[in-house]
């Protein structure tokens, strides 16, 4: 896990956003989300830099398009906000 994944797992161990349970590295499909909470149909990304370059930008889009299509909303977060705006990205979580 990266740094900003650590950071989210520690808030969401033990069902620490109103009782869901969420799990990390989690295969969908032909894609590993890097958490998903079942109950709530939620994926959560959290994007390095890398994420901002073209094919990586067409692969994302295929694999939200997917995801969206098996009934799964998909929130994506920058590193740098979620270790440095982390309870902001809480509370938009949280709302989900």
């Not at 909303?73 to 270790?83: D, W």
Request: hydrophobic fraction near 40%.
């Amino acid at each position: 896990m990266t740094e900003a994944e650590r950071v989210l797992w520690s808030r969401w161990r033990r069902k620490q956003i109103q009782n869901v349970q969420f799990y990390r590295q989690k295969c969908i499909g032909d894609f590993i989300v890097d958490f998903y909470a079942p109950k709530v149909q939620l994926v959560i990304e959290v994007d390095g830099s890398q994420h901002f370059e073209t094919p990586n930008q067409i692969k994302d889009e295929q694999r939200e398009v997917f995801l969206n299509r098996e009934g799964l909303q998909v929130i994506r977060f920058h590193h740098g906000q979620v270790l440095q705006e982390i309870e902001s990205v809480m509370e938009v979580i949280s709302q989900q």
